[in-house]
């Protein structure tokens, strides 16, 4: 995740992105990993990437309240 921040601050959106998708493939549990993915996503305008992995984060971590919170902050930005 490391990487992928660094990849994001110098706007190497498409790096961050490989990053991130290569880390959830092994960590699939992690919210962290997947709201930072949506973030990037955010950033390059990809909206259908954006919805689906929206909604699996929805479907996945139903229960963990601060991550359906960013996920909504997330959601909201995205289509402001």
Sequence with gaps: II???????FGR???????????IQRHPERADLKLHLLDIYKHQ????AFSALAD???DDHADDEAT?????????QYMA
């Design 3 to 9: 990487s992928a921040g660094v990849f994001t601050a």
């Design 13 to 23: 959106y498409d790096d961050a992105e490989q990053v991130l998708v290569e880390a």
């Design 45 to 48: 305008n990809n909206r259908e």
């Design 56 to 58: 699996v984060v929805e």
């Design 68 to 76: 359906q919170l960013e996920l909504s902050v997330l959601r909201r």
